[in-house]
T-cell receptor, first 115, second 115 residues
Framework: AQSVTQLGSHVSVSEGALVLLRCNYSSSVPPYLFWYVQYPNQGLQLLLKYTTGATLVKGINGFEAEFKKSETSFHLTKPSAHMSDAAEYFC?????????????FGTGTRLTIIP | ETGVTQTPRHLVMGMTNKKSLKCEQH?????MYWYKQSAKKPLELMFVYNFKEQTENNSVPSRFSPECPNSSHLFLHLHTLQPEDSALYLC??????????????FGEGSRLTVL
């Protein structure tokens, strides 16, 4: 079974400050890892994903995440927060090459940007 | 035009009503999904259809009845719902269920309120 833990259901950062959203996963096989973003009144949109290869992945809107196997983590970062980054962020895990195609989502982290 | 369109966006219904949610994807995908999003809970996978065939029913109560007439359309028929069924219902699609990329494309959701 796979699972995802997102530390902090709410995170507030000042505009221009570093954004760090934490995600730890549990998987008995090499995982695929994802960050999705949900803006108010919208569906989820893929921000970035790790499947294989380079452990530092870059996504849209200046976000990036690093897969750290030793720490079972996939934290999401952005050097400088913008007001438009205010949204809810979901970490997710799957293992489609090992028979588990289903995405397992975390409970989400709501990011608030302080002007 | 978004790739995945859901209607209605908002629905209020009584416990004895019968209503349906509709999802249409314009991406040429072969797999479609229904998810339930409730506050402070992970996204819950409800149903999966791959090439119009239901491949997963995640122990969903029979008051929710899915229908997939073709790879582009997915319905969720609702009857005799309970107040705890109030949630955001998200439709998603992917290239096919056993997908290498693991990426889902979501609609904007249908906000359901059961009185």
């Amino acid at each position: 079974a796979q699972s995802v833990t997102q530390l902090g259901s709410h995170v507030s950062v000042s505009e221009g400050a570093l954004v760090l959203l934490r995600c730890n996963y549990s998987s008995s096989v090499p995982p695929y890892l994802f960050w999705y973003v949900q803006y108010p009144n919208q569906g989820l949109q893929l921000l970035l994903k790790y499947t294989t290869g380079a452990t530092l992945v870059k996504g849209i809107n200046g976000f990036e995440a690093e897969f750290k196997k030793s720490e079972t983590s996939f934290h999401l970062t952005k050097p400088s927060a913008h007001m438009s980054d205010a949204a809810e962020y979901f970490c997710a895990v799957s293992a489609p090459n090992f028979g588990n195609e289903k995405l397992t989502f975390g409970t989400g982290t709501r990011l608030t940007i302080i002007p | 035009e978004t790739g995945v369109t859901q209607t209605p966006r908002h629905l209020v219904m009584g416990m004895t009503n019968k209503k349906s949610l509709k999802c249409e994807q314009h991406l040429g995908h072969n797999a479609m999904y229904w998810y339930k999003q409730s506050a402070k809970k992970p996204l819950e996978l409800m149903f999966v259809y791959n090439f119009k065939e239901q491949t997963e029913n995640n122990s969903v109560p029979s008051r929710f009845s899915p229908e997939c007439p073709n790879s582009s359309h997915l319905f969720l028929h609702l009857h005799t719902l309970q107040p705890e069924d109030s949630a955001l219902y998200l439709c998603a699609s992917s290239q096919e269920e056993r997908r290498e990329t693991g990426e889902l494309f979501f609609g904007e959701g249908s906000r359901l309120t059961v009185l």
